[in-house]
């Protein structure tokens, strides 16, 4: 999988490029405010029809600009695929066009490109709330289970209905025929997240002994409601604390999948550069994993590849990139930065003020 080709018009500080990227390592290097993360951002919207970065759209429209328009072409083995994403400033409208097709959803998108993104900001993969974590292993299972995303949609809706009619109801009987869905579908979402963050184990502590062999990572899953017991029976024990609180306490709306070192939370004793190495493991792993089971490369998009590591540490990154063979985009501010990257076929870009050059391939 990889994106040969990106037409962007009015994104952020780019009023109209047309790039053609190499299928291993692309280099994206910029001063400070050229844009290297808008394109990274551009590139994650193509493949999720949402930024990393802003939750409103309006300000990833260039300034004074009716929409946005994003065009990739892509490969994967002998298939190709051209897909265009539009959005616009006047309601907020998403249109999204596979092969000239109108009428696609943002999921079939997703589906199409597998991404990791990697960026300063992610690490709240490791000291964030639970719910980073649970995104981390969602994202996997919508990718290996095809089912998973109506399972999981229907999961939220009915978690939502429940909570407004715990509001409403003075006794238990109105839930029971709903609690019987939602603990049906918490306990085949469970049971995926379970199989999935067991069959991912391997992959990230052999990554973790590459990445940082001094350390010592366990690693646990927890559903979010005691193990072993049945959550519709959960569900009706606990109506009347859930009602009194005003929602639904307990279930795999708190599922979380930690991290520890010598018996302590990772985010408390490890380093930034340690962290940012375990949350680099962390996604090498789970596009690793993909790629055995399913035959999927995943795009790596890393953001500021250089902060916080070492020239060891980036040699060791860029190797373990170079073995997945999978497409990676990468910023930095200078050339220097990617100095210790032994890449033999690359392309790497100048950005300056929203203009991109090609440098060399
Ligand atoms: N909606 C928008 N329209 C036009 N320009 C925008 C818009 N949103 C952001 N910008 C501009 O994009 C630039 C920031 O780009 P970006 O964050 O990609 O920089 P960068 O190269 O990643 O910088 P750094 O090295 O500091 O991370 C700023 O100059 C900002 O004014
Ligand atoms: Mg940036």
Known sequence: MAISRLLIENF??????DLEFDHGFNFLIGNNGSGKTNLLESLFYLGHGRSFKSN??????????P???LHGKIQEQQHQWSVGLQ???KDGT???KINGEDGNKISDLAHLLPMQIITPEGLTLLNGG???????LDWGLFHHHSSFHSAWSALNRLLKQRNSALQQSYDYAPLRIWDIELAKLAHQVTQWRAEYAQALTPAIEQTCRLFLPELEIQLSFHQGWEKGSDYADLLRENFQRDKQIGYTVSGPQKADFRFKSNGLPVEDVLSRGQLKLLMCALRLAQGEHLMQQKNRHCIFLIDDFASELDQIKRALLAERLQQSRSQVFITAITQDQLAQMQVEKHCSFRLQEGNITLLAE
Do not use: G, M
């Not at 952020?12 to 490029?17: D, E, G, L, M």
């Open 130 to 136: 639970p719910s980073y974590r649970r995104a981390f």
């Open 87 to 89: 959005k616009l400033r």
């Open 94 to 96: 998403t249109l999204v």
């Open 67 to 69: 929409h946005f328009t």
């Open 12 to 17: 952020r500080n780019f009023t109209a490029v």
């Open 56 to 65: 409103v759209t309006t300000r990833i429209i260039r300034y004074e600009q």
